[in-house]
Each structure stands twice: as structure tokens, then as C-alpha cells.
């Protein structure tokens, strides 16, 4: 059984693009978060995903979108990209409305230059 | 914000229990005590979690005091591949909700 993955593993990008990263939910999960983490800090909850719809919101611009797939992957878009976006981003899944723990992906560190 | 207060960090000698404190003073009756690792360059791996009763599983144990305004997460054997960072988090278990991680505590197992 796969646990939560995530492409791509690794990605450099120029201030000013856009990027796109992707989860795979664990196999029965249908919830899916994405946390962005910069160096030597804890995870910061961007959004979560339940039912194909954004359920929540951490405190990020609006430059940072989502959409989940009725398959339950998830894809998290980043416009107009700054350096200050340079982290590791995360996505965790869970089954919905459940007690059950999160599973965290390994993670895709996205560089901008 | 974070809900908790952990030490940013501690040490720990192989083989001994390896004892972690959080505060979280302001934790509602609906919320749990969730405990998370992250080994570095991974993703958070989940340890345990509770609400009012001491947990017990292969990995850790967690007590909770009774006024449940901090907890201890255990581990009864340290080995050098626990060093990691650890997260203590409250949030409520069920429903649309997000995970809050502060900065946790920086376990270093030393043989």
C-alpha cells in the first residue's frame, strides 16, 4: 500500500513564475492538506481539501490555489512566485471528518531564484 | 498560532527514556494532544494522539495530566534513529480541521 506521494521531489524556479506541485492521497484517504514548511521552522497549514473543495485556509495569499481531483490527488499552484515562497512544501492526507492521524508525503523542496 | 510550548530542545542518552514535555494550557474540550516527528528531509510522521487518557502503542506513550494543560510523550528506549524534531499539537480530532504546528523540540540521542 503507497502512503502519500508527492512530484515533483525537487524544483527551481525564477521569481515571477508559476509551479505546480502534486499530491497522491494514501489508498482509502480522501482528505488531502498542503503545509508549507521553510528551513528550521514547523509546517505552516496552507489549505485543505475535502469533496473536490477548498475547507479551509491557512493565512496565505491568494496566490497560492488548489483544486482536488475526483480521484482525491491534489495539485497546489503557486502564481507570481517570490523568494520568500523557497520551502518544502508538504501534503498530508487523512479520511475525512475522521480521529485518524494525517500522513505526510515526503515532501517537494521548491527553489526560487 | 501555536496552542503549545515545548523546550527547543533536549538530549538524550541511548537506551534511556527519553521524556517530552508540552504545555498547552489553553486546550479546549474538544480538542486532542497530537504528537508528531519529523527526521530530517522527511515528511512529519505521526506518533500518537489523545484526549484525556494516557496512550500507550509500539512506539510511545503519552500522559496527559488531569487538568490536561500539559502532556509527556515517552519514549521508553531511545535509539539514535529517534533523533528527530518533535511536535506537539491540539486541534479537535473530527471535522474540517488543520494541523497548527509550532517549533517543536529537537530530540539528539547520543550513544
Known amino acids: 500500500d503507497a502512503g502519500v506521494t508527492q512530484s515533483p521531489t525537487h524544483l527551481i524556479k525564477t521569481r515571477g513564475q508559476q509551479v505546480t506541485l502534486r499530491c497522491s492521497p494514501k489508498?482509502?484517504?480522501?482528505?488531502v492538506s498542503w503545509y508549507q514548511q521553510a528551513l528550521g521552522q514547523g509546517p505552516q497549514f496552507i489549505f485543505q481539501?475535502?469533496?473536490?473543495?477548498?475547507?479551509q485556509r491557512g493565512n496565505f495569499p491568494d496566490r497560492f490555489s488548489g483544486h482536488q481531483f475526483p480521484n482525491y490527488s491534489s495539485e497546489l499552484n503557486v502564481n507570481a512566485l517570490l523568494l520568500g515562497d523557497s520551502a518544502l512544501y508538504l501534503c498530508?492526507?487523512?479520511?475525512?471528518?475522521?480521529?485518524?492521524?494525517?500522513?505526510f508525503g515526503p515532501g517537494t523542496r521548491l527553489t526560487v531564484t | 498560532d501555536a496552542k503549545t510550548t515545548q523546550p527547543p530542545s533536549m538530549d538524550c542518552a541511548e537506551g534511556r527514556a527519553a521524556n517530552l514535555p508540552c504545555n498547552h494550557s489553553?486546550?479546549?474540550?474538544?480538542?486532542?494532544v497530537y504528537w508528531y516527528r519529523q527526521i530530517h528531509s522527511q515528511g512529519p510522521q505521526y506518533i500518537i494522539h489523545?484526549?484525556?487518557n494516557n496512550e500507550t502503542n509500539e512506539m510511545a506513550s503519552l500522559i496527559i495530566t488531569e487538568d490536561r494543560k500539559s502532556s509527556t510523550l515517552i519514549l521508553p528506549h531511545a535509539t539514535l534513529r529517534d533523533t528527530a524534531v518533535y511536535y506537539c499539537?491540539?486541534?479537535?480530532?473530527?471535522?474540517?480541521?488543520?494541523?497548527?504546528f509550532g517549533a517543536g523540540t529537537r530530540l539528539f540521542v547520543k550513544a
Open positions: 498530508a492526507s487523512s479520511p475525512g471528518n475522521t480521529l485518524y492521524e494525517q500522513y
Open positions: 489508498s482509502g484517504h480522501d482528505t
Open positions: 489553553t486546550i479546549s474540550g474538544n480538542e486532542y
Open positions: 489523545g484526549l484525556k
Open positions: 481539501y475535502y469533496e473536490e473543495e477548498e475547507r
Open positions: 499539537i491540539v486541534r479537535v480530532g473530527a471535522g474540517g480541521f488543520k494541523t497548527i
